[in-house]
């Protein structure tokens, strides 16, 4: 985008995102385990078919860092090494985008080849950090976003500042009996997805798929929630196939990062595309697209 909206930059005065991989080791390093004063972090990544492989290698390369994969490593004696071709070398800061069920076989999923067999009894042995520590992906389940609020004013002492999207819990008796009878002005999520994968838009959804979803809530109660169907932000994107300029819905992904004494927001952040005409789903493994999001010095 510099490169093709160069006097765009020049004259909005867009904040830098530049200092983003150096945040981001300067938190790993800070997370280093008790008596390292010059830790060892690499980035484990699930190998190069994995959709953001690019990411893991371009964190990697900027944060001066190796990029490994479980096979790269091995735990003795409750430490985890790498393998070099100078022998193994000690490894202390794991930034890890491998899911929790696939990082150790001996802990989690035995049939996992992209762990490392021990790894989670060196970090119970306080011998290794994860980041983000397995179990942070509680955060992803769709349900927490009901108690937010709570969350907000029981930790910080503070009132909302946004106001949450109206929320039904399918567990709960009659937030499950007002879903299945107003589902088709509602989007209904399994709250342990990601990736707009198992979303249901009502207004778009054919009879039988809303009897097909009725029939999977009713089976598994506490697996869904559902909201009123959001009327997203649209951008004027270019279409490729067609080359035409044409409205796409969006939303924002912000980025954020917090170590033991430091707190950094990204100064900018990435716009998701629905790339698909009149599509609410903007996740990219369902064909969206992304877009730069510039914050101005003023």
């Not at 999977?216 to 929630?225: E, P």
């Amino acid at each position: 985008m510099k490169k093709v909206f160069s006097n765009g930059f020049l004259h909005h005065d867009v904040r830098s995102i530049d200092d983003y991989p150096h945040q981001l080791l300067e938190m790993m390093v800070s997370m280093a385990p008790e008596g390292v004063d010059d830790p060892t972090c690499v980035v484990m990544s699930p190998g190069m078919y994995n959709s953001a492989y690019y990411e893991h290698s371009f964190l990697a390369q900027n944060m001066g860092i190796q990029l490994v994969e479980g096979r790269d490593m091995f735990v003795d004696k409750n430490f985890v090494y790498m393998k070099t071709i100078h022998g193994p070398m000690k490894i202390d800061v794991i930034y890890r985008r491998v899911d929790d069920e696939f990082i150790d076989p001996l802990t989690f999923r035995a049939d996992s080849y992209l762990g490392v067999p021990g790894l989670m009894s060196a970090y119970r042995a306080g011998n290794v950090t994860l980041v983000n520590a397995p179990g942070t992906g509680v955060a992803d389940d769709k349900a927490v976003y009901i108690y937010m609020p709570e969350i907000i004013r029981y930790y910080l002492n503070e009132e909302p500042i946004l106001k949450n999207v109206k929320t039904y819990r399918c567990e709960l008796e009659e937030d499950y009996q007002f879903v299945v009878n107003n589902m088709h002005n509602l989007v209904v999520k399994p709250v342990d997805e990601s990736g707009g994968y198992g979303i249901l838009i009502g207004s778009r959804a054919s009879q039988e798929e809303l009897e097909e979803f009725r029939t999977l809530i009713s089976g598994n109660r506490r697996k869904y929630i559902a909201q009123p169907i959001m009327s997203l932000s649209v951008h004027g994107t270019f279409i490729e196939s067609e080359s035409v300029f044409e409205q796409r819905h969006i939303d924002l992904r912000t980025f954020s990062l917090l170590s033991k004494n430091k707190q950094f927001v990204l100064k900018g952040g990435l716009s998701r595309v629905a790339l698909t005409r009149g599509s609410l789903v903007v996740n990219s493994s369902q064909g969206g697209g992304s877009k730069d999001t510039w914050v101005l010095e003023q």
